[in-house]
């Protein structure tokens, strides 16, 4: 568990060390846990044996069974959720005797409607002004507001809790169903509050739009609440986790209630290592759950060992915890694979499950419970993130009467005869878990080894005198006392990078700087010979500052400015430097590399030197390398994991990675683990520099420095 206390730490210089909440009241034993697992598909005791051999072989400390069935008020007497509740027992009994931790996985918490619910007038869809459904899919999704959750579904998850005994209760697609709904109990409540309708029509610009997507979020805040209340009346020790909530798609402050976070990233490798650098220093421990196939959950296409590696070596090199998805399995195919002539691979799942645990637990001396270390932060902010659900911010800014917007930026017919099936996720915004800026932002970071993690506004806010360096990539909007924070991290001597949208957000204005004007034509700048082209940019005032780079096209205008302010420094970039940054990077999908981003690339690690010239460690190793530094005890970890499995530009080939890292005291011994190999090292001036062989790397190594 994180939190951000400054406190002084022996051996690395420079840095602060984010030591342990008070506020999260995190049960041991889930602190403890290292390996969890998720069951492909229902268990059943007709399958004991088969789950008997697989968790056998894989032992992990957590298993979350699905459940889903208990929770059907429609059949609580029906034959069919005795045999759940048969077989949810036998599971109990089999985690006692296999001693592994039994947690009840709750599907479709936000898709709960079916067709039984139809003349239930307790269930209530959540509905577009047009009467259409909102929600992914094409689901029908259950209102936290309607009268069922309090009649009919809370008190079942208290009788769950009561008559099980849960260890966890694991709770899935509940964030990804909220969505702004206007159906007879929203728009009344609504109403109660405001004394208004809703805001409905795209040409309506009113105060009364934020208020709209704030009333839905915190519907969705009160429900996990009272879930978390029920269950804790029944059952007073049982973990209640709501997959994906307080996650990146969540991006705010964690309240008390939530001792975890969790999230399942299926095949998805760059989201994984930017939900990996979020959670690092979140204030609670987390777990993240790749599946173990690389097409559809419960599929027949397993991943290559070295994906699963991969995936285990990003989350435990950034402090979390291993959830298997996709494990123990059997082998039926899901009803939408498309193969319906195969069987599940269970061997090769098996497989891939006990040798990820081997790789895993050999690493687990040197990754659980560690404590990250790190220079600088990427800002996620909350403001801007759920704005993108209010039309007047998103891309599409066409108004017409007779059009509703969307989340994603699409305008939809308003038309009772049309059953569209629109997207107004609020926490989804976009079908995105974050803006292309941040990723960008991420992956520019990332790939010159520079030491970050990814934050929030309240981390921000609370927090920032942990920082060396901030980048405000495409926060458009920002909370006025984040913008204070800002303010007063850059006057006390940190430096911020502020880049393309985030100009609008009030940060210049707050720090003195003369207003930029934002051109709506287009741009262009070189970097090493390669020309990048931008739709519109932002003409940046320079009488205050020096000129770093300027845009070709229009000729001499300043494209990246340094302002002195205070004891610190801003840079402003003038253009959507790392939106673009995300469309070349060899990590991003639609991208090949190449020569376009190498320059780009080079051309941010030329900033990074004015930006945080002092960092705490610089790495010489190729750009598909991730590095993290993390301490637990008296020692010093730094995370060295190979990410060119999925690196689609050069890989570069070297035979020795060379590190330089920051320490106030000489250190008695350095060894590479989990081989248990003395590197050589020297001590120069507070500087430790070290070699490691590239060949002694099987895809994630730790040099530890004690």
């Not at 106030?664 to 190999?677: F, M, R, V």
Request: proline share 5%.
């Amino acid at each position: 568990m994180k939190s951000r206390s400054a406190i002084s730490l022996s051996g690395v210089m420079g840095i602060v060390l984010l030591c342990a909440s008070h506020t999260h009241a995190v049960p041991p034993s889930y602190e403890d846990t290292f390996i969890h697992t998720h069951v492909s598909v229902g268990y059943t005791a007709q399958w004991a044996d088969e789950f008997v051999r697989q968790v056998k072989a894989v032992k992990p400390d957590v298993i979350e069974i699905h459940a889903t069935r208990l929770l059907d008020p429609k059949k609580l007497s029906d034959q069919e959720v005795k045999k759940q509740l048969f077989h949810t027992l036998h599971a109990k009994q089999l985690s006692e005797e296999l001693e592994f931790n039994l947690a009840l996985t709750i599907n479709l918490a936000a898709t709960w409607m079916a067709k039984d619910y139809d003349n239930d007038e307790r269930y209530v869809y959540r509905v577009n002004p047009d009467g259409s459904r909102a929600g992914r899919w094409g689901k029908k999704h259950l209102c936290v507001n309607a009268p069922a959750v309090d009649e009919v579904i809370i008190p079942i998850y208290y009788r769950i809790a009561k008559e099980i005994q849960p260890w966890q209760i694991w709770i899935d697609e509940s964030v990804i169903g909220v969505n702004m709904c206007y159906c007879q109990y929203c728009t009344a409540l609504f109403k109660q509050i405001t004394g208004m309708d809703p805001p409905v029509k795209t040409e309506e610009d009113n105060e009364y739009w934020d208020q709209w997507v704030t009333f839905h979020r915190q519907a969705y805040e009160q429900w996990m609440v009272k879930i978390n209340e029920a269950v804790k009346r029944g059952s007073p020790d049982t973990i209640v986790t709501f997959n994906h909530a307080y996650f990146i798609e969540q991006p705010q402050g964690i309240p008390d209630h939530i001792v975890n976070l969790s999230g399942d990233v299926h095949s998805e490798p760059l989201a994984l290592g930017m939900y990996a650098r979020y959670g690092a220093t979140a204030d609670v421990p987390y777990d993240l759950m790749p599946g173990l196939g690389q097409d559809i959950w419960a599929g027949i296409d397993p991943k290559p060992l070295a994906q699963i590696k991969e995936d285990i070596a990003v989350i435990l090199a950034n402090g979390g915890r291993w959830n298997i998805g996709e494990f123990p399995t059997n082998r039926k195919v899901r009803a939408d694979s498309k193969d319906q002539t195969k069987e599940r691979p269970v061997d090769e799942y098996l497989r891939l499950a006990k040798e990820g645990a081997v790789y895993a637990r050999a690493r687990q001396e040197w990754t659980h419970k560690t404590t990250p270390v790190t220079d600088g932060a990427v800002l996620l902010g909350a403001t801007t993130h759920y704005s993108q659900v209010i039309h007047r911010y998103a891309s599409d800014k066409r108004a017409y009467k007779d059009f509703v917007l969307t989340s994603d930026g699409e305008v939809i017919p308003n038309k009772p005869s049309l059953s569209n099936e629109a997207n107004t996720r609020i926490y989804w915004p976009g079908n995105r878990y974050m803006v292309q800026d941040v990723v960008g932002a991420y992956e520019a970071l990332l790939e010159n080894q520079i030491q970050f993690h990814i934050i929030n506004e309240d981390t921000l806010k609370r927090d920032w005198e942990n920082y060396r360096f901030l980048v405000i990539s495409g926060q458009f909007r920002l909370q006025t006392d984040t913008i204070e924070a800002v303010a007063q991290f850059v006057n006390n001597g940190g430096s911020v990078i502020i880049e393309g949208s985030s100009i609008e957000s009030g940060l210049m204005e707050k720090l003195g700087l003369s207003p930029a004007v934002k051109h709506q034509s287009p741009a262009s700048i070189s970097h090493d010979g390669q020309l990048y082209e931008y739709n519109e940019y932002y003409e940046l005032s320079h009488k205050e500052g020096e000129i770093l780079s300027a845009f070709s096209e229009p000729a001499n205008t300043p494209a990246v400015v340094r302002y002195q302010v205070g004891d610190g420094q801003v840079i402003c970039m003038g253009m959507e430097f790392f939106y673009q940054y995300e469309t070349l990077s060899p990590y991003s999908h639609s991208s090949e590399g190449g020569a376009k981003a190498d320059a780009a690339r080079n051309y941010f690690d030329e900033i990074m030197e004015i930006v945080a010239p002092d960092r705490l460690i610089r790495v010489e190793a190729p750009d598909h390398y991730e590095v993290t530094v993390n301490t637990m005890g008296g020692s010093t970890l730094v995370n060295l994991v190979d990410r060119s499995l999925n690196w689609k530009g050069d890989k570069q080939k070297v035979d020795i990675i060379n590190i330089t890292i920051s320490m106030t005291e000489k250190p008695g011994n350095i060894w590479l683990q989990p081989q248990g190999k003395p590197l050589d090292w020297q001590w120069e001036e507070g500087m430790v520099k070290t070699s490691v062989p590239t060949s002694m790397i099987d895809v994630f190594s730790i040099v530890e420095i004690q």
